[in-house]
């Protein structure tokens, strides 16, 4: 999620051209959904992935689409759904395989499908939707199958939300210099604000849910600040290059799911390896 630098007000009531009460909603039901499952039945949670990043899959084809760039659908949400599966009862080994098959299958249904012309292309952004978002996603189910999964998870979740809020609230209040051209509304002070809320809120998490050390808390919410600005900017690049401005539309006050999944998709895999490491 991008932060705003403070400006004129707007539709919506906010400041930064935001509509604060939609997004905030928003932001609250999501939280319940997730929270909900995660601490119900994990297999539930792991429904609502598949069904976030599916949504979110079909955004980015869409996307790609406004470029004459053809992302076979059917496939890649298979693969999705492969991949959670694969990942959670299998581990890690059966994550690589299905990725790989399933990257194989996208090579081959794009020979059959619209020629030779535009195939390294077409089949390219295929790979790459295969690998982001849904591939990425599949590490939630690593990180959810141990016994303290559910907390493990809540953590990811929290620290990366904390890099949004953070982020968006000093860079509302303190913004003024540019972080990257990529971005124009992301600022330095922005950046700081994200590594103050994650490193804050890892370190308490972590050692009231897994019984962890402030340092190891701390580590992760550092990491994952920079990382969710990282994944920030990478859809930034993404939505400059197909010249639109939001994934999408289904969600009041946040735009598509992948203006959601972003920094979470590139929070993932460092966090969930961290948690291995030290847990």
Not at 53 to 59: I, Q, Y
Not at 203 to 215: E, K, S
Not at 251 to 265: A, E, F, N, Q, T
Request: some cysteine.
């Amino acid at each position: 999620m991008e932060e705003r630098t403070a400006g004129t007000s707007s539709s919506g009531g906010s400041r930064t051209g935001r509509n604060l009460p939609a997004a905030i909603a928003v932001g609250l039901v999501l939280a319940g959904l997730v929270i909900g499952t995660v601490y119900t039945i994990k297999e539930l949670f792991l429904v609502v992935v598949a069904g976030a990043v599916g949504v979110g899959v079909l955004e980015l084809v869409k996307a790609f689409a406004t470029r004459d760039i053809k992302v076979p659908a059917v496939p890649v949400l298979a693969g999705l759904v492969a991949m959670q599966v694969g990942a959670y009862w299998g581990g890690p080994e059966w994550l690589l395989a299905t990725f790989a098959i399933f990257a194989f299958v996208l090579l081959i249904w794009r020979m059959f499908s619209d020629g030779t012309a535009g195939y390294v292309r077409d089949a390219s952004a295929s790979v790459f939707t295969l690998f982001y978002p849904a591939m990425l996603s599949a590490f939630v189910a690593l990180m959810l199958h141990p016994d303290d999964g559910n907390h493990r998870v809540l953590i990811f979740i929290a620290v990366t939300v904390a890099s949004d809020i953070g982020g968006y609230v000093a860079g509302v209040l303190f913004g003024r210099h540019q972080l990257t051209v990529i971005s124009p509304k992301k600022t330095w002070e922005g950046l700081a604000g994200s590594v103050v809320a994650c490193t804050g809120v890892g370190a308490w998490l972590v050692m009231w849910l897994l019984d962890g050390q402030f340092w190891q808390g701390a580590l992760i919410g550092a990491l994952a600040a920079l990382l969710a600005t990282v994944g920030d900017l990478i859809e930034s690049m993404i939505k400059r290059d197909l010249g639109i401005k939001d994934m999408g539309t289904i969600l009041p006050g946040h735009g598509g799911l992948m203006d959601r999944l972003d920094s979470l998709v590139t929070t993932l895999v460092p966090v969930w390896l961290l948690m291995i490491l030290f847990f």
